[in-house]
């Protein structure tokens, strides 16, 4: 399988997984909320595919398309948001907050880039090889806290890459009606470089991320990668309120699955897409079919 299948078929993974959980929500099988990465699957997999095996992932209450890109097991994670033993946390992390190997998700804006800081010094004063990689979205620029975690992590030169996946609207807020200024200024006032990109090619995406990863591990020291980015769900289950012809005109511009398919022969498409419809199809059955989380014990 050439390189380029490979990124096909783990977006590919991503996208029906995610279709899966926003067609059976309708029919009760999750409880909760789920947010999914529906148009962003190439951030995921053009940065996470960089990283080596002792890097550090945080991510944020958008995490399925990360846990999968990282190599996370898609029956796992469907047990985990149905609430089963079998989930990734046993049931009892759901779609926001899961971990498994170096991957971590938290739900809360904000909060995981000073952990995220923290945990890269850890790695830094530790004399390991790790680097850590933290994803938010422009939503995020909103909170306090992650200023001053710019502060420090440049302060004291942490091995971090700061991943925003600026997808342009805050649940419905357009970030043009909430953020101000510059984004990629902002990184820039504390002595972070940021690289800003418009695309939704992978392979782009990948090769940029390749080499600001290579800078973080052999610098010590913070970089920026800024992905505009256009996410064609909803917010959540069913809150999107731009017009359905504006979310159409994306997918027709924007979808990374597409713009990939077309520099592959046909004959590789189908079998790829045959293959992962089969994949997804017995990771929900046998996970529908797994016992329910133990909840004694829980606060």
Request: aromatic letters at 8%; proline letters at 3%.
């Amino acid at each position: 399988m050439t390189l380029e299948e490979e990124y096909l078929r783990d977006m590919l993974r991503i996208r029906r997984f995610e279709e899966t959980v926003l067609e059976e929500f309708k029919r009760g099988v999750f409880s909760g909320t789920t947010h999914t990465s529906l148009g962003q699957e190439a951030n995921a997999v053009g940065v996470i595919r960089q990283m080596l095996a002792d890097d550090i992932i945080l991510t944020n209450h958008r995490c399925h398309g990360h846990f999968l890109a990282y190599g996370g097991d898609m029956r796992a994670l469907f047990a985990e948001l149905m609430g089963r033993q079998t989930g990734v946390c046993a049931g009892r992390g759901g779609s926001q907050h899961i971990h498994w190997k170096n991957l971590y998700s938290n739900g809360v804006q904000g909060g995981i880039v000073p952990i995220a800081v923290g945990m890269a010094l850890a790695e830094k004063q530790k004399k390991s090889e790790a680097a850590v990689t933290v994803f938010i979205g422009d939503g995020t620029f909103g909170e306090g806290v992650i200023y001053e975690a710019f502060n420090m992590a440049s302060l004291w030169s942490a091995p971090l890459l700061i991943v925003v996946e600026n997808n342009h609207i805050a649940q419905t807020t357009p970030t043009d009606f909430a953020l101000a200024g510059d984004m990629r200024m902002r990184f820039q006032a504390f002595g972070i470089p940021a690289l800003e990109l418009d695309t939704s090619d992978v392979m782009e995406i990948a090769g940029n991320a390749f080499q600001l990863m290579r800078e973080v591990h052999e610098d010590y020291s913070p970089r920026t990668l800024i992905l505009n980015t256009q996410r064609f769900g909803p917010h959540s289950k069913g809150d999107d309120t731009r017009p359905e012809e504006v979310v159409a005109l994306l997918k027709e511009q924007r979808d990374p699955i597409t713009l990939m398919e077309k520099r592959l022969p046909s004959v590789s498409v189908s079998t790829l897409r045959a293959e992962v419809e089969q994949e997804v199809k017995a990771a929900f059955k046998t996970a529908l079919a797994d016992p329910a989380a133990n909840m004694e014990g829980r606060a």
